[in-house]
Every structure is written in structure tokens, then in C-alpha cells.
């Protein structure tokens, strides 16, 4: 049986233009009837006509979300965020993994207005051959590089996030740190470097330990083992992400270092595996429900000709989750 709108409509005991409002997610409709139309859609089973959407709004209702890998937990959880929030605004997300490709970017980007109404890019470089202003068919950069800020973009604040940790240290009489890693965030190594320098650390004493990709448990594990013959003195490892600090971790379980009494860890993503982790590991929250949530803002902004002709940059709070790895057995 071929299911219409007006069946839903019929169904849900309203008009066809109120399940149109619905589904297209246009305000002002009561939450009660909200709820009531999408009952009756997952009831019958409607699926909505894309191609005949498009024809009559110029719309796909689709929204692309390029990513570089999805084997990153970290990652891969920022993507499901986001797709949940498509679903949550009435909207399709269609993720691309782009394999660290310029050229994949670009196709991604190019199919606007085509395949997708926008693009969410995370943690990309723009290829040079898009326009850099805000358009009809909208970009917006999640925690990418500085550089682009000629385009709508989505960023957790970094400076408050090297701020929280500097204090954290500051309380637990950490004065030797070493930075593991700078992943995606190009400026957290500097940003720390900076917050540390207010507590009484000298920038240049701290070891900072670039790493190749991937920047995961591996290399996290390798560093740490490092950073420890060369360093011995090292009573905090400050990581890039979650994945390095749990390599750390690791590591140094393997070589009965005590953590946190001989040395303490501090991660970055908030991961689920860091709570289950032995010890628990102190991280920052970069706030992935928030993150989502602006993203979509600014691009449904941009699509319905609300958002102003400049680009807009949305910095997110931050929270330090403080676990076992700095605080001890039995803390959080």
C-alpha cells in the first residue's frame, strides 16, 4: 500500500499543510501536534518524497556532513551527534568520509545546492576553489583550522580548556608537565602553553612531543614511554585526545608506573572508554550536544535568509571532568 501525506494527514486527525509544517520543521506548530503527526508517520510507515520536495522548495532536505575518517572514536561520535540532530530538525544527514582528500572535500562541497541544501566540515581545510563567504547553500566548520574565518564555524573554547587544566594542576601541585600530541586542535599545545605560563610554569621547560598520524593509543603509548626515559622528572602527561591518553595509560600500567601518584594524565574528547578506563581518566568535555546543536543553528539560519551577509563564529564552554587519573582511586 503506497502511503500519501494525506493519509498521514487523515491519520493524525489534521491537515495536509500541518503535516507539511511539520515535517519540514517550520515553527509555530504546538508540541502536542508535533508529536501526534510523527506517531502517525511511524505508524504507517510514510516516507517522504524527496524528489518531489526539491521540485517544489528547491530544497533536498539534506544535509552533508564531511568527515575525515570514522574510525576515530572521537569522531565517529561527533558525526552520530550531528546526524542526531538532523533527524531531531526534520532534516536527512548524509556522512561522507573524505580519507583526508582535498579533492574529496571538494566534491563534497560542489554538490551543494545539487545533493545536499549545505555541508557541516569537520576539522577540514576549505580546498582553495571555494568561495570564501557565506552563501544560499551554506558551509559550516566545525572545529577546523583558524585560518578559515571567512566562514560560519562552530568551535569549543580551547583557551578556557588550557585554563581549566592549568588550575587542575595547579591544585594537585603538578609543576612538570609534558604536552603529548596536538591532533585537530592546532592551538591546544599553545593555548596550554600559555595557561600553564600564568601558573608559574616556564613554556620552554615543558617537553612538547608532536606525533605523527595517527594520533592514537599507539603513538600515545610510544610517547609516553618516551617522554619518561628522556624526561624522568614529567609528573603530568597533558594529552591531545582521549585515544593518546589512554595509550599513556597503558604504557605506563606496562612499566608500574603509579598514576596518579607518580604521574597523572589528563585527556581531551570526554570518550566513553575513559571512564571505563583503569584508572579513570580526567578529560575535557568539548560539549558534542552543543556543538551539534549551533552547527545546525547557524546552517538553518543561512537557508532560510535569516543569518546576517558576514561570517559568524560560535565558541562553546567547556567542563573539566576530573576521574582517577589526576584525583586518585575512587574519585568521580
Known sequence: MHVTMRDVARHAGVSVKTVSRVVNGEPHTRPEVIQRVHASIDELGWVRNGSARALRTGRTGIVGIGVAELRRPYLASLVETLVTEADRRGMQAAVEPTH?????????????????????????ELPDSV????????????????????MDRVDEDVA??????????????????????????????????????????????????????????????RAAAGILMRNPEVDVLLCANDEV???????????????????????????????????????????RERIARAAFDLLGERLDGTAPAHARSVVLPVKLIRRESTLGVGAG
Open 160 to 221: 578556557e580548556a588550557a585554563m581549566l587544566i592549568a588550575r587542575h594542576l595547579t591544585v594537585m601541585s603538578r609543576t612538570r608537565p609534558a604536552l603529548l600530541g596536538s591532533d585537530q586542535r592546532a592551538a591546544l599545545s599553545a593555548a596550554l602553553l600559555t595557561a600553564l605560563a600564568t601558573t608559574g610554569i616556564r613554556p620552554e621547560a615543558v617537553p612538547v612531543i608532536p606525533l605523527e598520524p595517527p594520533v592514537d593509543r599507539r603513538a600515545g603509548a
Open 100 to 124: 583526508y582528500s582535498s579533492e574529496s572535500v571538494r566534491q563534497l562541497l560542489d554538490a551543494r545546492g545539487r545533493t545536499f541544501d549545505g555541508v557541516i566540515l569537520i576539522g577540514h
Open 131 to 150: 568561495p570564501r563567504r557565506p552563501n544560499s547553500h551554506p558551509i559550516v566548520v566545525v572545529q577546523g583550522p583558524q585560518s578559515q574565518h571567512e
Open 245 to 287: 591518553a589512554l595509550g599513556a595509560l597503558a604504557a605506563l600500567a606496562a612499566r608500574e608506573v603509579d598514576v596518579p601518584r607518580r604521574v597523572a594524565v589528563i585527556g581531551y574528547d570526554n570518550l566513553e572508554d575513559g571512564w571505563f578506563s583503569s584508572p579513570s581518566l580526567t578529560t575535557i568535555d568539548p560539549g
